[in-house]
């Protein structure tokens, strides 16, 4: 089990089974292919749960953490992204607490002796 992460109860939701986090944020994945400009959409969403600000950083945007914005009482990203391949990303929650995804397609041990989440397009 990852240490900054305990994930065990799954809640239903509107896109599916999402999973929370004992300190209370709930994140979750949605994909979207579009054919026509041959990219995957994904959107990340982690709920608010008072955080003042959500950040998302992964292989996308070169671990450089990009602000989320707060929309319905949920932060959200959309990135497009090439189909065919694997992205590590992490949330950043405040200004010092690392998040995976519960519903991450999987995990990957970092440099820094835990765990990244990544989604596979």
């Known amino acids: 089990m990852h240490a900054n992460l305990a994930w065990y109860r799954p809640q239903r939701g509107l896109d599916g089974y999402r999973q929370t986090t004992l300190t209370g944020e709930i994140a979750m994945l949605r994909k979207r292919r579009f054919i026509k400009d041959n990219v995957i959409k994904v959107t990340f969403v982690v709920e608010d749960s008072g955080a003042g600000t959500v950040f998302l950083a992964g292989d996308f945007n070169d671990w450089q953490a990009t602000a989320m914005k707060r929309r319905d009482g949920n932060w959200r990203a959309t990135v497009a992204l090439e189909p065919g391949r694997e992205y590590q990303f992490r949330y950043l929650i405040g200004e010092d607490r690392w998040m995976n ?21």
């Open 101 to 121: 995804d519960p519903q991450a397609d999987g995990y990957v041990r970092n440099p820094f002796g835990e765990e990244n989440s990544f989604v596979r397009t």
